[in-house]
């Protein structure tokens, strides 16, 4: 089963506004990282957050985590054009192998 | 190379046919990656390289699929006997050795497989 699964599945909104994606995993975790994917490209890692960190940003980035849920969340602010791609959750767990599984993303489109 | 690198970007194959998938990982970089995406979803692991240990293959589909790692560099994902559910886009990402447990992963830009 995924360990990472984002919600809401896809995402639109105006320029400008602020986007917010979740993510849950289901085991415990070393860290779990954000990956931004363009139409047809690879993936580029966001930010990475520890399972000892609350909150972190980079720039227009705010990720936060919540243990005790299971959960992380991706605020981009003051979105852009730009912004506009898929973005996916990874969790890297304490157990078995250690491997990043990924969700399935959220489609963000970000409206001029 | 500065980045990890995929080839071919793209594959047409006939239904039955072998495919090979090239990965270069960053120079250094110990633990490799293949991850499956077909159209439009998330990212399916396959398998997964770290130094000297033995690959975790649990990803893999089918025994049709394979994988090695020459000299703790290259890796090649082989799949036998294409089907049309085999296409998709294979996604190669490396880490250095240091993070590896902990860090980022590199993605490269994939490889296109298409089995008609």
């Known amino acids: 089963s995924q360990q990472g699964e984002e919600d809401p599945q896809a995402l639109s909104i105006q320029e400008g506004e602020n986007a917010t994606m979740n993510c849950s995993y289901k085991?415990?975790?070393?860290?779990l990282q954000w990956y931004r994917q363009n139409s047809g490209r690879g993936l580029v890692h966001l930010i990475l957050?520890?399972?000892?960190?609350r909150e972190k940003h980079s720039g227009r980035l705010r990720v936060t985590l919540d243990t005790s849920k299971k959960s992380s969340s991706l605020l981009i602010t003051a979105s852009r054009a730009a912004d506009t791609a898929s973005y996916f959750c990874?969790?890297?767990?304490?157990?078995?192998?250690?491997?990043?599984?990924f969700g399935q993303g959220t489609r963000l489109t970000i409206n001029p | 190379g500065a980045g990890v690198s995929q080839s071919p970007s793209n594959k047409v194959t006939e239904k039955g046919k072998d495919v090979e998938l090239r990965c270069d990982p960053i120079?250094?970089?110990?633990?490799l990656y293949w991850y499956r995406q077909s159209l439009g979803q998330g990212l399916e692991f396959l398998i997964y390289f770290q130094g000297n240990s033995a690959p975790d293959k649990s990803g893999l589909p089918s025994d049709r699929f394979s994988a090695e790692r020459t000299g703790g560099s290259v890796s090649t994902l082989t799949i036998q006997r294409t089907q049309q559910e085999d296409s998709a886009v294979y996604l190669c990402a490396s880490i250095s050795g240091v993070a590896a447990n902990t860090g980022e992963l590199f993605f490269g830009e994939g490889s296109r497989l298409t089995v008609l």
């Open positions: 120079s250094g970089h110990t633990a």
């Open positions: 990874a969790a890297l767990s304490f157990q078995g192998a250690q491997k990043l599984v």
């Open positions: 957050i520890r399972s000892n960190e």
């Open positions: 085991t415990s975790i070393n860290n």
